[in-house]
């Protein structure tokens, strides 16, 4: 409006009102550029001068009577509303848009202009200086860090081109403005005075952030802190997990859940073959017991073992006994299966001495310590079985040494071509589930190891094969009473081999005689087989026994001297050696005295 319309002027065509007709008014347009500074005083509910909360301002030339309630007209037809107009707004406004402050529960939409008076039309005003921001739109545009808006144009449509029909068009929004409702309230619109900038009351609607909550904010991740918690958290969780786990496999594993039952019998009943592996500790033999059926439970078992010790093997024991009683038959070799000794100088075959007794074979030994009859079957090899594996399987089926390919190959289907080939010595886990020629290869090639490590393949300076310096050894072993005399023996037949001359041993003689006798005459004497020395030269065709670490070890480092007799004189072993024939008679007869020899005394 004009200074002429306002009703505050002193110029001509308006008066100063009184106090008591003072209301609300509005402040003199400001210059170009400037937005209009509203100033409202409060009214009580039954002022007749507003309606509700809404004030209703005329704006023509004489002041409304306090006393009378007044109410906007309906425009006559075809002519401008001469009222200022408050009208609702549709919840969807082109051209201005706020967006709802993230700090705040409740947001307002900014009000908009409907339907100017034609006479409030004009060319926008140009943009001002900068200066400090006034109004309430200027401090919206000084805060915000939005991209400026177009300036909003006035558009005429056909037929419209005057009057309360001329529009006000704004730009389109450069984003997309989400509708908001406030709840319990309408939101007032209205049109300002001519020249003045749209406004809105401070005071009902207070300065707030309307910029729009960008996707990419929402999209953004959660914070780094809440995001390292939330791993550390899960973190601690999946350790305590696998703590808990490992302390009861731990438990577990230390037989904290373990069942202690334990049987009261001693004797038990039936048996039942059980093998202790050499890598087995007291809780797997435990283990095994109880699945046997031998004991209660595999704690009974660990607390009954105590100090005690278990060796590797196989075992025959009674079902259902103690845990103390298990351990005791566990105890020495009376319960063990698959153990045996090999004496040195044992041959494969059984032999009678002449004083009547029986000296098992290794085939007999073999057979003794793998024959058992459990509840389930009977294990074990038979002497004949034995026999035929060693006389008719290959080199390769019975795991023959390289170095003893030769005599072996020599000898045909002599079971005794594997003579010598398996070492003296405690076995002690023959395996009694296997037949004649795993039984026969297991104890070969174990054999072999033993020679290797004992120093069979190692270079010597007797210059005898390593099958050679066995079957030296093996006499050695069997003509040999005492540890001193060992190395002796085996100079003699090194020294006899040297000279050529017969080794006439009374060992190899023996060999083949169905009684053995220190005291060689008769058939066994005269007998021209491949063993017997005194009917040919060199060295026996195989091994005449097992061979031990000691006479190996004499064999391969012999005595120095330059006997090539010896003879033993008395039954306490005492040898006596002689360089010439002359006084190896004289030592004869000090046997012969000692009645251990009568055959050739005077």
Known sequence: MSDHDDPRSDGPGGRQPSDGDRRRYFAESMGSGQSGNRHRRRRAPGDPTTTGSIPIVRVGDSLPDPTIEYRTPEPPAGEPSPYFQVQYRPTEVEGLSFTEP???????????????????????????????????????????DEPVAQAPTWTEHAGETTGAHARYEAPAPAYETPAYEPAGRADPVYVPAAGAAPEIDVEDHPAVDYSPIDDDIADRPMPARK???????????????????????????????????DYSSTTGHGSALVEVQSDATVRDIGDTLTDAGVVGSRKAFVNATGNDTVAAGFYNLPKGISAQAAVEKMQGSSNRVGFMVVPEGLQLDTKEGVDGKTTP?????????????????????????LVKAASTASASELGIPSWAL?????????????????????????DPRMNAVELLRTLITNSDKRFTAWGLESDN?????????????????????KDEDFPKVSRVILNRLKADQRLEMDSTANYTARVTNIDVFGDAYKDENAWNTYQHDGLPITPIGAVGERALHATMNPAQGDWLYFVTVDKDGTTLFAKTFDQHKKNRQVACDNKLLTTGCA
């Open 361 to 385: 074979g290794i085939f007999q030994r073999i057979s003794d310590a793998t024959t058992v009859k459990t509840d389930d079957r009977t294990y074990g090899v038979s002497v004949e079985d």
């Open 461 to 481: 300076n007797t210059g005898l094969t390593p099958y050679q310096t066995l079957v030296t050894a093996s006499i050695v072993e069997r003509e040999a009473r």
């Open 102 to 144: 993230r700090t705040s529960p409740r947001s307002y939409d900014p009000p908009t202009i409907v339907n100017p008076p034609a006479r409030h039309l004009q060319e926008p005003p140009p943009p001002p200086p900068q200066s400090e921001p006034t109004g309430l739109f200027d401090i919206l545009d000084a805060t915000h």
């Open 227 to 261: 995001r390292n918690r939330k791993v550390i958290v899960s973190i601690v969780a999946i350790l305590l997990v696998l703590i808990l786990v490992l302390a009861g496999f731990a438990l577990k594993a230390l037989g904290v859940f373990d069942s202690s039952t």
């Open 406 to 430: 030769e005599a072996f190959n020599r000898l045909g289907q002599d079971h005794r071509r594997i003579e010598g080939l398996i070492a003296s010595g405690a076995w002690e886990d023959l």
